[in-house]
């Protein structure tokens, strides 16, 4: 998407800006409103498929879905989900519409901030963000939808620091939701997304990392990677993987994770946190879904006594 070319939005004139965000699954740029030159600029962000895949019907599919799950939901914003304004198909392909959120991701904002500067992110303000996003993931819960991929990168900040979740697109409702199985998004929803493999593996669950049908549990898995990382600034698993082959690579991961199921060398890193947080944060990795935390919503009520 070349710079300054214009394209319309319900009549009115917007102008592609920059490219923000890419990665394999989706390109972000910003776009602004075209106005008379003293008027407030207004910006959006508007998501792409990249280019080699905005032809793929399958691909095309899993983005209106995406779209759709996010509109099946009352007001997202205030639950910390990022809203999307529209689907539109453009000369160079089919995007959703969503506000443009100048605070960064998580990673940008804490993680490699601290890394590379050695400035402390305040703790408190840390655990306000890590109860921000389980209460943004417990109401996604509530309308049955799994989101798939919890990551720092998909966790945006508006400019005043409000948590966004956002990147829908491996996100489907649950099987056990009886008003959903009938559905035509449910149909659509899983078995295409099962079919597109994605997913992070770091922040994969044991049983994703095998295969099988995700459920709730794995968005309580990948919370517990998130919060691991936020709180001491590495991931619980660094698996030696010696291979780009994403078979290899998730193998590692579940190697890895197998091999200290019982969370010691996990366990030696978090020390130096709080006790109730290390509970927190083992009780969401534990390699038996069943030892996890049994909703996000408990896992939330436990940051929630955190002060």
Do not use: W
Not at 53 to 60: A, G, N
Not at 200 to 224: C, F, H, N, R, W
């Amino acid at each position: 998407m070349e710079k300054g070319t214009e394209f319309q939005i319900g009549g009115e004139t917007y102008v592609f800006d920059k490219l923000i965000g890419q990665g394999g699954m989706s390109q972000v740029y910003t776009a602004y409103k075209k106005t008379s030159d003293d008027a407030e600029i207004h910006y959006i962000a508007v998501k792409f498929l990249p280019p080699s895949m905005e032809s793929d019907k399958r691909r095309i599919k899993a983005l209106r879905e995406e779209f759709n799950i996010i509109n099946k939901i009352p007001d997202p914003e205030s639950y910390n989900i990022v809203k999307i304004y529209d689907m539109l198909k453009l000369k160079d392909g089919y995007c959703l519409i969503m506000p443009y959120l100048q605070g960064g991701n998580l990673i940008e904002r804490v993680i490699n901030r601290e890394k590379t500067t050695g400035e402390k992110f305040p703790f408190i303000e840390k655990v306000r963000i890590a109860r921000d996003i389980a209460y943004g993931l417990a109401y996604l819960h509530a309308y049955d939808i799994i989101h798939g991929d919890v990551k720092p990168s998909n966790i945006l900040f508006d400019e005043e620091g409000h948590v966004r979740i956002t990147d829908f697109g491996l996100s489907h409702f649950s099987s056990n939701a009886f008003t959903h199985i009938m559905s035509r998004l449910f149909l659509v929803g899983f078995l295409l997304k099962k079919d597109l493999k994605g997913g992070t593996p770091a922040y994969m669950s044991p049983e994703q990392l095998k295969g099988a049908k995700p459920d709730k549990s794995v968005d309580i898995y990948a919370l517990g990677v998130l919060l691991f990382e936020l709180f001491t600034g590495n991931l619980p698993y660094s698996p030696y993987v010696f291979s780009n082959n994403r078979k290899s690579i998730i193998r590692g991961y579940y190697m890895a994770r197998k091999n200290d199921r019982n969370s010691m060398t996990v366990k030696s890193q978090l020390l130096h946190l709080p006790f109730s947080l290390q509970e927190i944060i083992l009780g969401c990795l534990m390699f038996d879904k069943k030892d996890r935390f049994p909703t996000i919503g408990s896992v939330y009520v436990k940051l929630d006594q955190i002060r």
